[in-house]
Each structure stands twice: as C-alpha cells, then as structure tokens.
C-alpha cells in the first residue's frame, strides 16, 4: 500500500527567506503526486501536481516541487515567502486500489508559519 | 460559479444522535469523497463514489454511511455507532473513475462536535 511521510510538523520563516517543505512516498509504480494548500478552517485547494515528465513542476503562488524518484521525494519550494503563505501544507500520492478505483492518500501535513 | 458546498458550516450533536452533512457539487464531476480530519492527522478516507447508486468503503467506514441517489449529491451520516466523530470532515469531487491523474476539488467542510 501507498503512504506518505512529512517529516516536519511545523516549521517557521520570516517573509522573504526561502522555503522547502519535504514530502517522501511510498509506492511500487510509478506514483501521482500532489501539493495541497489549507487555510485555517478552509477546504483544501491544488497547488501542483506531478505525473510524468519534467521532475520541475511548476504550481500557482509561486511554488514548485521536484520529484526525485532515486530518494522517493516530491519536495515543495518556494525562493521568497510572503505572509499570507502562512498555512497547512499535504503532500498525496495518487494511487489505484485493489478494486480498481483511484484514491488519494495524504500526509499528515506541514503546518507553515510566516514571521512578519 | 462552479464548485462544491457543504453545509452546515459548524454542527453540534449529541451523543447517542445521528448528523447528516450535506455535500453538494456542479462541476458535473462522476466521483465524490468524504475525507475526515483530525489535527496532526491528515486526512483519513471515508467513503467514495464513483456513480450514481454506488460507493465503496475507504480507510475508516465504520459508523458513517451514505448514498448516491444523484449524481451532484453525496451526503454522510455519522451514526450513533461512530465513536469519536469530534473532526472536520471534508467532501472531494473529480472528474473521471479510474483517473489517477486527475485532480481532486475539496469544499470548505463541516466541523463537526458532539457534546
């Protein structure tokens, strides 16, 4: 079975410095994989995702993510973080289960905090 | 403007009662997904539909339920036998079954606290 790992819980910037948020997967083939974005109390919205081809990809806000397949990585960046990037931050792998079906399975999240 | 809502924002329930949280979508989409949230826990499949009148157990089903009687609507109830249902749910749609590539759109979520 598929399964995600972020290994930081929380993390803090100041506005302006750089962010790296890390994601390591679990999967046979080859994986789907996704950055989502949580407002406080909010639903979840797509930031990126990654299928084939360029291990670069590109997401809004100004965020990308590289999938590294030899070290099993869909790590999430951004050069220069801005306030409101404060947030929850899931990494998913998209999988088919044994009946066929497609599901997400999601991380535990990286709670990102912005110091002014 | 497209998109999925869910209602009610915030719900209060009893011990020992059953809660229904609606989810509604119109972005034409076949598939739907209950997900529950706890904090430090990401999120946890309940239950999928990938058609109208048809939906398989995720992850944790037991002491939820739903249906699919229409195509735009997903609604979940948290029964009496669910023990802990304290948590933020949150209801996905996509567009195609069987689409690994093919993204998931989440509505806002119903927090839901029984007390």
């Known amino acids: 079975a598929q399964s995600v790992t972020q290994p930081d819980i929380h993390i803090t910037v100041s506005e302006g410095a750089s962010l790296e948020l890390r994601c390591n997967y679990s999967?046979?083939?080859?994986?789907?994989l996704f950055w989502y974005v949580q407002s406080p109390g909010q639903g979840l919205q797509l930031l990126l995702k990654?299928?084939?081809?360029?291990?670069l990809v590109q997401g809004i806000k100004g965020f990308e993510a590289e999938f590294k397949r030899s070290q099993s990585s869909f790590n999430l960046r951004k050069p220069s973080v801005h306030w409101s990037d404060a947030a929850e931050y899931f990494c998913?792998?998209?999988?088919?289960?044994?009946?066929?079906?497609?599901?997400?399975?999601f991380g535990k999240g990286t709670k990102l905090s912005v110091i002014p | 403007d497209g998109g999925i809502t869910q209602s009610p924002k915030y719900l209060f329930r009893k011990e020992g009662q059953n809660v229904t949280l609606s989810c509604e979508q119109n972005l034409n989409h076949d598939a739907m997904y209950w997900y529950r949230q706890d904090p430090g826990q990401g999120l946890r499949l309940i239950y999928y539909s990938q058609i109208v009148n048809d939906f398989q157990k995720g992850d944790i089903a037991e002491g939820y339920s739903v249906s699919r009687e229409k195509k735009e609507s997903f609604p979940l109830t948290v029964t009496s036998a669910q023990k802990n249902p304290t948590a933020f749910y949150l209801c996905a749609s996509s567009r195609e079954v069987g689409q690994a590539h093919n993204e998931q759109f989440f509505g806002p979520g119903t927090r839901l606290t029984v007390l």
């Open positions: 990654y299928f084939s081809g360029d291990t």
């Open positions: 998913a792998v998209g999988a088919y289960s044994g009946a066929g079906s497609y599901q997400l399975t």
């Open positions: 999967y046979g083939a080859t994986p789907y």
